[in-house]
Each structure stands twice: as structure tokens, then as C-alpha cells.
């Protein structure tokens, strides 16, 4: 599972980063790395982008790069 596929005000836990390595690397340098708890605190109404806490900040990144974050419950 994505942190794509995640409903609202749900907490999972950062399995790894996939993608083109850019990306996966700038991913990584925020916070997402293995292990880290993140939730996704909410969605734009218009799917896009999700707005997501983690490491004691708030952070919003796109549809796109959030399902480059695999993650479990």
C-alpha cells in the first residue's frame, strides 16, 4: 500500500521509498524514511495534494510522489 492509497486521518508506518532516485533520495532527506510514523491529516478537495504529518512537522507533497511511499498500517 501507498501512502497514496491512505484515507484521511490515518497513521502508518514508512516501509521504503521507490521511484526514479532524485525523487526517492529528495523524499528520503524529508523525513521519510523506513520506520518513520506519518499521518495524513488531510486531502484537497480536489485529491491533490495530501497535507501529511511526520517527525513533529506538517508537510504537503503531491498524489504523485506520495504513491512513491510505501507504507504499512
Given at each position: 500500500?501507498?501512502?497514496?492509497?491512505?484515507?484521511?486521518?490515518?497513521?502508518?508506518?514508512?516501509?521504503?521509498?521507490?521511484?526514479?532516485?532524485?525523487?526517492?533520495?529528495?523524499?528520503?532527506?524529508?523525513?521519510?524514511?523506513?520506520?518513520?510514523e506519518?499521518?495524513?491529516?488531510?486531502?484537497?478537495?480536489?485529491?491533490?495534494p495530501?497535507?501529511?504529518?511526520?517527525?513533529?512537522?506538517?508537510?504537503?507533497?503531491?498524489?504523485?510522489d506520495?504513491?512513491?511511499?510505501?507504507?504499512?498500517?
Amino acid at each position: 500500500m501507498t501512502l497514496a492509497d491512505m484515507p484521511n486521518g490515518t497513521a502508518c508506518t514508512v516501509e521504503r521509498v521507490t521511484g526514479e532516485h532524485r525523487l526517492s533520495l529528495r523524499l528520503m532527506e524529508l523525513g521519510f524514511t523506513p520506520g518513520t510514523e506519518v499521518m495524513l491529516v488531510k486531502t484537497a478537495p480536489s485529491g491533490d495534494p495530501l497535507m501529511l504529518r511526520l517527525r513533529g512537522y506538517t508537510l504537503t507533497i503531491s498524489r504523485r510522489d506520495a504513491s512513491s511511499i510505501h507504507v504499512r498500517r
